[in-house]
């Protein structure tokens, strides 16, 4: 395990770890703005990495409503190129929320984070990963966002899900909307499913990924209520 504290963003803590998970070693940025009540750990979805403009875009509007965000890769350097050549690794539910699990409990025991709520935001299959993870974790996990989510890759995970979900899915990204709303009847703890008219599944239309993070902070913020 590794911390590095860096300066990039002014008044707030930013560390570039390196996160054991097994065999494998994840890299990732992590930032905690002073006063913030918890800290979201984000799953990117296929094909994608700690890198992508749409989490980072989220990421940054979390951070600026007041609380912190982890971004990670889930696979390795090594990993992604056979991924890119298979499309495997992508849809590995197991391996992928596994993998979210040991990060999250290597969070939970830096100093920085362990008195803090945590919340997860999943994106394509990634939304499957985080509620499957939440159902390993439990009640520590204070909520969960999906962006135009695979919850139902979650399978049987989900009727164990406690944390609060939110499931955000483009209007128009009608194969995605059934199975999110599938995937939402088989949960049962507190939960909501928004459908955001005119957007497509990855949300480039003018205002529409703005409405997503608008949407994920919000839902952080009123669940992460009580830490400190």
């Known amino acids: 395990m590794a911390i590095h504290r860096t300066g990039n963003e002014p008044d707030s803590t930013h560390f570039e770890v390196r996160i054991p998970c097994g065999a494998a070693t994840l890299e990732g940025t992590l930032v905690v703005p002073p006063e913030a009540s918890g800290i979201v750990v984000f799953a990117h979805g296929s094909g994608s990495s700690r ?38 690794l992508r849809f590995d539910i197991e391996l992928l929320a596994r993998r979210l699990v040991e990060v ?31 159902a390993e974790i439990g009640r520590r996990i204070d909520a969960v966002v999906s962006r135009g989510g695979r919850p139902d890759l979650a399978g ?7 944390s609060p979900t939110l499931l955000i899915v483009g209007g128009r990204d009608d194969v995605v909307i059934r199975l999110n709303e599938e995937a939402l009847a088989k949960l049962h703890c507190e939960k909501q499913l928004k459908i955001l008219p005119g957007a497509t599944h990855l949300f480039e239309e003018a205002g529409a990924l703005e409405a997503v993070a ?12 009580g830490h400190s």
């Open 156 to 162: 049987e995970a989900l009727a164990r899900v406690q």
């Open 104 to 134: 999250t409990r290597w969070l939970v025991a830096q100093s920085a984070a362990r008195d803090l709520g945590f919340g997860y935001f999943g994106s394509s299959t990634g939304g499957g990963a985080a509620l499957a993870a939440a």
């Open 51 to 88: 890198h992508s403009p749409r989490n980072q875009f989220v990421a940054r509007v979390i951070r600026e409503s007041g609380n912190g965000a982890l971004l990670f890769d889930l696979l390795t350097p090594e990993e992604e190129i056979e991924d890119n050549l298979t499309r495997r």
């Open 214 to 225: 608008d949407l994920a902070a919000d839902w952080f913020r009123r669940h992460f209520q």
